[in-house]
Structure formats: structure tokens, C-alpha cells
């Protein structure tokens, strides 16, 4: 019995977990230090060099193994979708970057991550215009045409395999609607 009420309670919290930019609403720009990707090392803005291309935007508060086997399964969806290269990147809120770039890298490789780029922002809050609330332990933002279309928030223990399913079907119905360039006419 004490059981069953601990998961009602953790479930109810999660429901009321509140984070992050509500669908329809523009992910705005920030920049973060890249510790694994190809801009290793930079800070860089994703969001403006997505413009309006499909983007998945993970925000936590941990490296957990639940955040990285969804990293993986949205690493593997923009992988396996390069047409009209949709991009995805984790952004750790970190208010010490000491110790922060060797973390990261580590939970990157450990999770295979290669389309997924990995860095730290550094303040536990995030970039204020996207609200992330103080209890969320991952805020999860599928965008499309500059605008959210699907958000996800989890407690700090993150997603289950039934979210990481419902995310990854969503991330691949995003990617699927993008047409391929079409050649010139050969």
C-alpha cells in the first residue's frame, strides 16, 4: 500500500511538473558551451543555426541513464532522417563547469550519442526565456517551423520507456513530414 501511494505521488508530481515553452511558442535564441559535437569546445547557438528545420531540445539537470537512452533513441531518429537535416541537442544546466566538460563527454559516449551534440549551460535555471522550472529534471522541446509542437517534462527521474517511445514516435513523425530536395530533374 505504501508503495502504490510512493508511485501515485512521484506520478502526480511529475503531471504537475510545469517547464519550458508550451506548444506554438518560438524556442528563442541561446548559446551554450558544446562539450561534444562538432562545435567541441564552442559556444553556439542551435537554435539559430536551425532556423526552421525540425530541432529536438533536451534541457537537464543530470546525466541519467533514462536522459541518455532517450538522447539515444532521438540520436538514432536524426540519424536514420537526414533529410532536411533536423538537429537535436542536450543542454546541461550547471551552475559549476568544473568538472562539467569530462561528464558530459562520458555520458555522451557511454550513450553512443553521434548526431546528438552535448554541452552546459552554465546556471542551473537555463536561458530564462524558455521558463524551465526548478523541479524539472528534464524538459524535453520538439520544434518545427520555429515553433514547439510537442514538450515533455519530467521529475529528476526522468523518462520511463513508454515516454522515450511516445518522444521518439513523435520526433520521427516530425522528420517524416520533410520532404527530400528534389534533384534538378536528371
Same mark, same amino acid.
Request: aromatic content about 6%.
Given at each position: 500500500? !505504501?508503495? #502504490?501511494? $510512493?508511485?501515485?505521488? =512521484? ?7 510545469? %517547464? *519550458? ?48 537512452? !532517450?538522447? #539515444?533513441? $532521438?540520436?538514432?531518429? =536524426? ?7 533536423? %538537429? *537535436? ?48 529534471? !528534464?524538459?524535453?522541446? $520538439? ?44
Amino acid at each position: 500500500m !505504501l508503495i #502504490s501511494c $510512493l508511485f501515485f505521488t =512521484l506520478d502526480l508530481i511529475q503531471a504537475q511538473t510545469t %517547464s *519550458g515553452l508550451a506548444p506554438g511558442e518560438r524556442p528563442g535564441p541561446y548559446s551554450f558551451v558544446v562539450t561534444q559535437g562538432e562545435k567541441r569546445g564552442q559556444l553556439h547557438c542551435f537554435v539559430c543555426e536551425a532556423e526552421d528545420r525540425v530541432m529536438a531540445i533536451l534541457f537537464a539537470r543530470d546525466t541519467t541513464a533514462q536522459t541518455g537512452k !532517450l538522447a #539515444s533513441r $532521438l540520436d538514432e531518429i =536524426l540519424l536514420a532522417n537526414p533529410q532536411g537535416k533536423p %538537429s *537535436g541537442w542536450v543542454t546541461l544546466l550547471e551552475a559549476e563547469s568544473a568538472g562539467i566538460d569530462a561528464k558530459a563527454i562520458k555520458w555522451a559516449r557511454n550513450h553512443k550519442l553521434r548526431a546528438m551534440a552535448v554541452g552546459y549551460f552554465e546556471d542551473t535555471v537555463g536561458p530564462p526565456s524558455y521558463r524551465l522550472g526548478s523541479d524539472a529534471g !528534464l524538459t524535453v522541446l $520538439l520544434a518545427k517551423d520555429k515553433k514547439v509542437v510537442h514538450r515533455h517534462v519530467f521529475t529528476q527521474s526522468g523518462p520511463d520507456d513508454a515516454a522515450i517511445a511516445t518522444i521518439g514516435s513523435q520526433l520521427t513523425a516530425l522528420v517524416s513530414l520533410v520532404k527530400s530536395p528534389v534533384s534538378g530533374g536528371k
